[in-house]
């Protein structure tokens, strides 16, 4: 199985930055492609970044030059994915997920609880 846990999120004031922190374990980890999405109420879940095995990030269009997604793959069977948020905004405010498209797995996606950033003054 892959397990997938993120963190960092909080209450951040406009304009501040969050480092949220996506801890995907399992086999083969390394040569998955692992992202974000992020939820707000009432709304349709959204892309914010990916990042392949190979370190090619993916953004929605409304994140460049403010969110940058990074990865860790120093171990084979846990990598940690970063997402580095700045010049946030009150419309930023969401529950953040993590998933992992494993390759042991065929593809399957797994997905992590979720993290809440809350952007407000």
């Known amino acids: 199985q892959v397990q997938v846990v993120e963190s960092g999120g909080g209450l951040v004031q406009p304009g501040g930055s969050l480092r949220l922190s996506c801890a995907a374990s399992?086999?083969?980890?390394?040569?998955?492609?692992i992202g974000w999405y992020r939820q707000s109420p009432g709304k349709q879940r959204e892309l914010v970044a990916t990042?392949?095995?190979?370190?090619?990030?993916?953004?929605?269009d409304s994140m460049k030059g403010r969110f940058t997604i990074s990865r860790d793959n120093a171990k084979n069977t846990v990598n940690t994915v970063y997402l580095q948020m700045n010049s946030l905004k009150p419309e930023d405010t969401a529950v953040y997920f993590c998933?992992?498209?494993?390759?042991?797995?065929?593809?399957?996606?797994?997905w992590g609880q979720g993290t809440q950033v809350t952007v407000s003054s």
């Open positions: 399992g086999s083969s980890i390394s040569l998955s492609t």
């Open positions: 998933y992992v498209d494993s390759w042991a797995y065929g593809g399957r996606r797994f």
């Open positions: 990042i392949s095995d190979a370190g090619i990030a993916n953004y929605l």
